[in-house]
């Protein structure tokens, strides 16, 4: 009998000791994953649609008159200020045409004071009948057609004022040179570009959106613009032009954005490539459960669109069940896919290594 009461404690001991192995080799088994709790969709939806810089408006100024181009005392890169002068061209006919049409009026002025003194005194002579009714109608004639020829001299000196201006390019506003297309000594033609300016202090982005979006945007909406330049700088914005045509190659409809905040302090230049962020409503139904997931959450196969929701294991604490689940997902949104069937809020959803879990394999959670 002695011998037998040595044995029954050993094979205690050694089914005690397979029973902790077994438990060890399971906990070693489990694969750890990054998890995230799923959370109800937002009530707003962020789209991004790429454009680039421009300045408040761009002109390309020329002369409305030829010529020889006199001073350019501009380069690209200045600013100016308005009325600054740009380029002028070389004016001496335009004066001489001026002071010719000036000694024209002189001329058509003198004829009309004599035509208007005959005038006074035949009507005089008429009065005491000393002149006929022919003679009085004919000093009135010539006073009228010679106040006529004054008119006309008139006119023609402003015509040659006018044009004379037209030698100057002035800036309309304050601008900073973008271009500049002619040096001094340089014959130009009528209408021909000179110089092109950059005007303006608040910078403009100016997009293509779709036709599916295009209604959601309305004039006066706040947007945020990130400028690839500056990445780590949101700059407010406002919506200033929506179109209501396409271009002519394209699908797509203008938006053009206004930089609305300190827009005048920043150092955007016209060119720079830019990202504008509208924000949407979204229409939800109450009875429905929109949630967000990351997209590596969402995995695909020949038997639709799933993800692994962990369930807690009862019988063994500490340890969880990565359970297949399909789903329908909806929009792509900044803040992650939404879900629109399958999940509800509240539920523990694996994050990584979607396509190396099998349905109801033993997971460990990793810190969220």
Not at 98 to 119: F, H, M, S, W
Not at 157 to 178: F, M, N, V, W
Not at 279 to 285: H, I, L, M, P, R
Request: net charge negative; with cysteine; glycine share 6%.
């Amino acid at each position: 009998m002695k011998p037998l009461l040595y044995i029954l404690p050993i094979g205690i001991a050694i089914l005690l000791l397979g029973s902790c192995s077994s438990s060890h080799e399971e906990e070693i088994n489990a694969r750890p994953v990054q998890y995230t709790v799923v959370q109800s969709a937002a009530t707003e939806q962020f789209r991004t649609f790429s454009g680039k810089v421009e300045a408040g408006y761009e002109a390309i100024l020329s002369f409305k008159v030829a010529g020889t181009l006199a001073e350019r005392p501009v380069n690209v890169g200045d600013e100016v200020e308005k009325g600054q002068l740009l380029a002028s061209l070389d004016n001496r006919d335009y004066q001489i045409a001026v002071q010719q049409a000036q000694a024209a009026l002189d001329l058509a002025e003198a004829q009309y004071r004599n035509g208007q003194a005959d005038y006074e005194r035949k009507k005089s002579l008429y009065e005491n009948r000393n002149a006929s009714k022919n003679d009085l109608d004919a000093a009135r004639a010539t006073s009228e057609s010679r106040k006529a020829q004054v008119e006309s001299a008139q006119a023609q000196l402003e015509g040659a004022r006018l044009q004379l201006s037209y030698t100057e390019i002035k800036s309309p506003d304050q601008c900073h040179i973008a271009a500049v297309f002619f040096e001094t000594n340089e014959n130009i033609g009528q209408g021909q570009p000179v110089v092109e300016v950059n005007c303006g202090n608040c910078p403009q982005v100016t997009v293509s959106v779709s036709e599916t979006i295009i209604n959601q945007i309305k004039s006066k909406d706040i947007v945020n613009v990130r400028v690839q330049a500056f990445k780590d700088q949101i700059f407010s914005g406002v919506v200033k032009e929506v179109g209501v045509a396409t271009g002519v190659r394209t699908a797509t409809y203008p938006v053009r954005v206004e930089l609305s905040e300190n827009c005048g302090q920043t150092t955007l230049r016209s060119g720079m490539a830019a990202d504008v962020e509208f924000n949407f409503k979204v229409e939800q139904n109450p009875d429905a459960h929109h949630i967000i997931v990351p997209p590596v959450a969402v995995g695909e196969d020949k038997d639709g669109t799933f993800v692994f929701v962990l369930v807690q294991d009862e019988k063994h604490p500490g340890f969880w069940r990565a359970t297949r689940r399909n789903v329908l997902v909806g929009d792509l949104t900044r803040v992650g896919l939404v879900i629109t069937q399958g999940l509800t809020p509240g539920e523990y959803v694996a994050t990584a290594g979607v396509k190396q879990l099998t349905d109801q394999e033993m997971v460990t959670l990793l810190k969220e």
